[in-house]
């Protein structure tokens, strides 16, 4: 089974990239600049996580994995829509770091930001990317004869080489994260 990654990847690779760092940089200069949207981010996120700790770890990796790669599917998938899912995705998870990494930085908790984060985030976050860049590729084949042998492609990269990341980093957020966290 062939799952090298397309030729062009890298230059799809760099513009996710960009677009992610451009989506951290937004969302630490919004978590600076208006305050105010601190408290209900922070309630939108303990509501999304209600209830979360109560579930068996088994329980937990499974819908950390299963969240993320449902996400990844539209951010790759959906990249035929004129990139938007895709671009909309890539700057979304970075904001959200971003966000959050300003609030952690500002409250003298950047050491605890960062042990929750990096130890799943070494995998999940380039994961992210070239997901971002595979939407970017797809989207790219839409204008080529070889959309059939992209799809086919993009979807032996996504089922076995992305989801099994996806799986090992939900593994590492579940058991693993927390120890960091003490």
């Known amino acids: 089974m062939n799952l090298k990654l397309p ?15 451009w989506g951290i940089f937004c969302g630490a200069l919004t978590s600076k600049n208006f305050p105010f949207l601190k408290k209900p981010f922070l309630f939108f996120l303990k509501n999304y996580f209600e209830g979360f700790e109560k579930k068996s770890k088994v329980s937990q990796v499974f819908y950390i994995f299963f969240h993320n790669a449902i996400c990844l599917f539209f951010l790759i998938f959906l990249g035929w829509f004129f990139l938007i899912p895709t671009f909309l995705g890539i700057f979304t998870n970075g904001f959200i770091l971003g966000f959050l990494f300003f609030m952690s930085f500002e409250g003298k908790m950047l050491g605890k930001f960062l042990k929750g984060i990096l130890p799943h985030g070494i995998i999940e976050i380039p994961v ?23 799809f086919l492609k993009i979807t032996k990269i996504y089922l076995f080489f992305l989801l099994p990341l996806l799986f090992i980093s939900a593994l590492i957020e579940v058991l693993i994260t927390p120890l960091f966290l003490l």
């Open 7 to 21: 030729s062009k990847i890298l230059s799809y690779f760099i513009l996710s990239s960009f677009i992610f760092g």
């Open 128 to 150: 992210i990317l070239i997901g971002g860049a595979l939407g970017i590729y797809f989207w790219k084949s839409l204008f080529t004869k070889k959309i059939k042998k992209a």
